[in-house]
Nanobody, 127 residues
Framework: QLQLVESGGGSVTPGGSLRLSCTDSGGSSLETYAIGWFRQAPGKEREWVSCLSINGQVTDYLDSVKGRFTVSRDNARNMVYLQMHSLNAEDTAEYFC???????????????????WGQGTPVTVSS
């Protein structure tokens, strides 16, 4: 049973950067889990943003964040990161990480059907 916790959200001006982090507060290793990042803007449905395969070799991104966001993991620190650059107002949302290990080690799914979810961290991009 994972208890995912996100951190690193905040308020930035357009063009700014943030790095979101995801870990398990219970101390379980995320090394054997694929990780997904999602976001939900006010009044909108939750949106898949990125995924990272269990083996860390496969990543994928929402078209609108490609080239600006990077997902990575640091197994030694038991952390998964979403580095976000060139943020704009459309990136304003609550960001969530999710974890699951039902899939193969190189699988990077776009599904919203993940077993474990964090509580979210807010990102606001405003001038």
């Amino acid at each position: 049973q994972l208890q995912l916790v996100e951190s690193g959200g905040g308020s930035v001006t357009p063009g700014g950067s943030l790095r979101l982090s995801c870990t398990d507060s219970g101390g379980s290793s995320l090394e054997t889990y694929a990780i997904g990042w999602f976001r939900q803007a006010p009044g909108k449905e939750r949106e898949w943003v990125s995924c990272l395969s269990i083996n860390g070799q496969v990543t994928d991104y929402l078209d609108s964040v490609k080239g600006r966001f990077t997902v990575s993991r640091d197994n030694a620190r038991n952390m998964v990161y979403l580095q976000m650059h060139s943020l704009n107002a459309e990136d304003t949302a609550e960001y969530f990480c999710a974890a699951d290990r039902r899939w193969g080690s190189s699988w990077c799914p776009h599904t919203h059907d993940w077993r474990y979810w964090g509580q979210g961290t807010p990102v606001t991009v405003s001038s």
